[in-house]
């Protein structure tokens, strides 16, 4: 695979769980994270992929859309339920633009389509890994303010006006990056590196998508301050 292995800063290995019916899947899956240091459990249903959630406590989940009980939107609804908001990989054989959104939408974090590159996938979840541990880092003041909004990189609490606005974790690593860059022109390719930090080229829609997500979140019913700036980027700035 060639790039730095991670880990947490505890020196634990990485805990990952890899919910697939085909048991082909999820074993080569297993195989190449475990050849990254990374500990690994499967699941092939999504009731097992619940209480292996809650027994193994992964880090990190793939977790496949179609499964033979119920769906993975549902499996990850049950997960964000109970308070777990470990970042989501959705593999799925859908190919639509719609069962991709909905699967974000409903709170995943990334999605990779079959049939898919081994490598790639890794690459995207030694991202999502790296972009949760970065959030779990202490800082000397963990409040960020742009106006009338406020991030906690701590808690994960956001709030705009006082009122409290529920993200997933790669909406939230979106708003923090916007927050710590206020009235900066950022552009798709930065937001890429920095927020997806993936190890190959990503494509600048998954930029326009999250960036539609906060803005419904974030500028609902208020006066907008997420702006876009045609043909350079996105800038966050307070709305007076």
């Known amino acids: 695979m060639g790039a730095a292995k991670i880990q947490p800063s505890d020196g634990a290995k990485i805990r990952a ?3 697939d019916d085909e048991d082909s899947i999820s074993n080569l899956i297993a195989m190449a994270l475990r050849y990254e240091g990374w500990d690994v459990d499967t699941a092939s249903t999504g009731a097992e992929a619940i209480e292996k959630l809650r027994s193994f406590n992964p880090d990190v989940a793939v977790l496949d859309i179609m499964l033979p009980d119920f769906d993975g939107i549902q499996v990850l609804s049950r997960f964000r339920s109970e308070g777990y908001l470990l970042p989501v990989l959705f593999l799925t054989a859908l190919d639509s633009v719609d069962d991709r959104v909905n699967g974000l939408t409903a709170g995943g974090d990334d999605y990779v389509s079959k049939p ?17 541990q970065l959030m779990q880092d202490q800082h000397p003041d963990p409040i ?22 529920d993200l997933t974790t790669t909406e939230f690593e979106l708003l923090r990056y916007l927050m710590r860059n206020p009235r900066r022109v950022l552009s798709k390719s930065q937001i890429l590196d920095r927020v997806w930090s993936y190890d190959f080229t990503g494509k600048p829609s998954v930029v326009e998508l999250y960036i539609s997500y906060l803005r419904k979140k974030i500028d609902a019913s208020r006066p907008p301050m997420i702006h876009t700036v045609r043909g350079a980027g996105y800038m966050l700035k307070p709305s007076v």
């Open 116 to 132: 898919f590159s081994l490598e790639e996938l890794i690459a995207r979840l030694r991202a999502l890994v790296r972009r949760s």
């Open 17 to 19: 769980l890899v919910v």
């Open 144 to 165: 960020l303010r742009v106006g009338d909004l406020m991030l906690n990189e701590d808690s994960y609490e956001v709030e705009r006006a006082g009122e409290p606005i």
